[in-house]
């Protein structure tokens, strides 16, 4: 596969899961070149609200898009106002990310609200989930399986309008077959074995991009590495 450096650095979105403002500085301050796309999640917006971490990412890398991975799950009603209000914030956002599992009323909703400012991204299965973690913890679901379950909240969200997903590379292949013009945000991108992982399902980004990934989420094998900037600089060459 032919890449270029700057090509592969815009499939990359660099998770920034940390929960003080200083660890993002800190890490954001010492990369370049800077990532095309960065990730905030959870972590950041719950220590220091998402107004702040969005000014924080700003201020540090202006010319990044914003992921803002909130994972949002709740009443049509309540996602449509939130969808709004995110949308209507200064800092522009470029992908929130909401659970497939709300159903279909709950993205048109999202859809509608978002005005075609963001894009909103469906999750399918977390990349933490495994065949028989659902079964352990679900023993009365029979004939389960990962890859049906991910194909069906597909088919459901994108009858509904969605086009970008959140989906562990093991199914990309499926589903790229299946539903051509989707766009795939792929979690778990390992570029080695970590130890005490909490990732079930996992792949390098070699074999998540041939596998149809759009777009690579990466986040503890660089900041967690003991040279960030050696780490960041052989991934996004990794592909030449």
Request: include cysteine; hydrophobic fraction near 40%; charged fraction near 25%.
């Amino acid at each position: 596969m032919q890449s270029t450096s700057k090509n592969l650095k815009d499939k990359i979105a660099l998770a920034l899961d940390f929960s003080r403002e200083e660890e993002v500085i800190a890490f954001l301050s010492q990369l370049n070149p800077k990532p095309k796309v960065l990730k905030i999640g959870l972590e950041l917006t719950s220590s220091v609200g998402i107004l702040c971490a969005l000014e924080l990412v700003n201020q540090l890398c202006p010319e990044s898009e914003i992921f803002l991975d909130l994972k949002l799950h709740d009443i049509p009603n309540t996602i449509s106002k939130s969808v709004e209000a995110l949308s209507n914030l200064k800092y522009k956002i470029k992908f929130l990310t909401l659970h497939s599992l709300g159903g279909s009323k709950m993205l048109e909703e999202a859809l509608n609200a978002s005005k075609n400012s963001l894009n909103i991204v469906a999750v399918t299965v977390l990349t933490s989930h495994s065949n028989e973690s659902i079964q352990k913890d679900f023993p009365r679901i029979t004939d389960f399986t990962l890859p049906a379950f991910s194909s069906d909240l597909v088919r459901m969200a994108y009858q509904a309008g969605v086009r970008w997903f959140v989906s562990s590379a093991n199914e990309a292949r499926m589903l790229k077959k299946q539903f051509s013009e989707i766009k795939l945000i792929t979690p778990g991108i390992r570029l080695k074995k970590i130890d005490n992982d909490d990732q079930s399902r996992v792949m390098t980004p070699v074999e998540a991009l041939k596998a149809g990934s759009d777009l690579l989420v990466i986040g503890r094998p660089i900041y967690k590495a003991e040279n960030p900037q050696l780490e960041w600089n052989n991934l996004i060459h990794s592909l030449n």
